[in-house]
Every structure is written in C-alpha cells, then in structure tokens.
C-alpha cells in the first residue's frame, strides 16, 4: 500500500577529504576556508570547517533542474538557465499577468502562479520583488531546507597546499592583474566528519499558504515529489559545488538516520554534532508514535548505498496532502 509522507529528516555524519566546498574569500593569493564557532552538547565552544546550507541548495537546484527538464516538469525561464533570481525579477509573472492590475492582485492569486510556474520557485522559496515594470513584494518559503554542514569537534582540519599556474614564455605576458602571467596561489584542502542536517516537508510541495490549498493536481505533486527525492539523492552521489573542478570530494562515509512521517507530526532532526544524535531520534520516534500511532518512521545507515535504499522506497510513496 503506497503511503504518505509529510516530512522527511535526514541526520547524519558525512566524511569528506580533500574538498574545498564553501570558502571565505581571498586574502592576497591565499584563499580562505569557511569557518564556524559552535557550542557542542556540553557547552563548550569549538571552531570548526563548515559548508553553508545555501551550498546545499545550489547543489540540490542544479540536479533538480536538470530532473525537471528530462522529465519535462515546469520550470521558469530564469531557473531554465540555472539564473539564481529565478522568479523574483518579475518577467514571467508580468507575463502571466499580463493586462492584469498587478496592484489589484491578491496574495493568494501569486502564490499560486510561483507554484505553477516553476518546480524550483515551489520547493526552494522565493522572495518575489516586482511583477512586470511593478513593485511588489511576495515571499515563498521553501519545501526543502539544509543546515549547515558542520565539521564535528576534533574530527576535522583545514591543510594548504601552493599552486601554480605554468605559463609557458611567461616574460611576454602582461601585468599580474590581466591573469595571463605566471600566477603562485594557495588553497585550502579540508577533511573532516561533519553533521549533515535537512528537511523536505513533503505535504507542501504545491501548497498554496495564504488559502491552504493545492495549486497543482495531484499528478505534478507526486512528480514534483519524486523530483526532489531524486535531486537529493544525486546531490550526495555528485556535489557540485565550489572548486569541484580540481578539488572534488573525497565522500569516504555517510551514516545516520532517515525519519519520515504520515501524519502533521514533524520527521525529528538531532544534529550529530550530539554523540547520542541516534538514540535520540529513536527515543523521540517511540514516543511520539505513542502520542499518535504508526505516524513516525526510523531508518538507520550505514553508507551511501543504504541510503540510496531508503530513497528509493520513498520514490515509490507520495506526498501527504492536507484536507
């Protein structure tokens, strides 16, 4: 029996070596590495390599349009060509509205074009500013959301390494600032284990906030649905993300706990940041399937392809849909 899924967690420790994912920026030729204080479960402070979520989601947005366009769900034409302004500059709204009084047009009437729009603008939110020539603000919230990723204390470290660009008669060549001389960089290498934390409120894909109704059939939601499930999945199996051209990570392990949920109850989340993070999410789940039976589901893995195993019986369930 196919069930339906409301929310879905993901908590668990990725190890990456050799990667470069989310720097600082650049002091002289020495590239920076993205770094974070946190308190672990003790209270104690730590500093730590991290890779920001708005990472993750670029990441995720570049499998999902690609999904999108094989499999011919909507996208708009900025997310068509990977533009990050997606439906926020206004474009394809004015056009959608065209011969419309954009300042006559309801909240609920918007959200209803982001969502049938575009498969992007639905799940990753959006901050929409204008709508043709015309001021106006409309926000969407997104489906699918990721924390941080954040190196777990004593567990990771930050190495340099010099490069070289070799140009060959290099005394011809012009000033260092027209990047065509011989050029001497450092950049960072990072290793670590870090705690991996998301969420996909799978009830909301093509859910209207301001009337609380669907915007899309039923059709799309399970396609849209798939379409996010499979993004994720490809994001863990090839993350494009900064410096993946010469510095692609090494993923050596992924393990922790899947939780979905058939009922309004939220899939728990603890960040393995906590050494207990798994009998956590397992305390929680026995309870909260006490407080409302069969409605929290646990997963435990232990590798990327268990993990791909737990994804691919989730494809073949749907999105919960709110009455």
Partial sequence: MTKQIASISISGEITLNMHSLNNEGGEGNQIMTRQLT??????????????????FKHIHV?????????????VCTNCSVGNPNRLSSGEDLGTFFSGKDIKALGDKEIADAIISKCVVDDSHGVLVTSIGKQNRNHARKSVIEFGWTIGIPEKNNTESYIHTKVVADAAGKRGESSNEGQNIFHRPANHGVYAFVCNIDAYRIGFND????????????????????????????????????????????????????????????????????QSEIQEITKNLNLIEKDSITEKSFNGLGELSAIIKDLLEQEPYKLS
Avoid: C, W
């Fill in 38 to 55: 946190i308190v672990d479960k003790d209270g104690q402070e730590h500093t730590v390599n991290g890779i920001s979520g708005d990472m």
């Fill in 62 to 74: 570049g499998h999902l349009i690609n999904h999108a366009k094989e499999n011919k769900l909507e």
């Fill in 210 to 277: 301001i009337d609380r109704n669907y915007a899309i059939d039923d059709p799309k939601r399970i396609a849209r649905y798939k379409a996010i499930l499979q993004s994720l999945l490809a994001s863990f199996l090839n993350p494009q993300g900064a410096m993946t051209s010469s510095q692609k990570p090494h993923i050596t392990d992924f393990k922790g706990v899947v939780t979905y949920s058939e009922k309004m109850i939220p899939a728990p989340t603890i960040s393995p940041i906590n050494p207990e993070y």
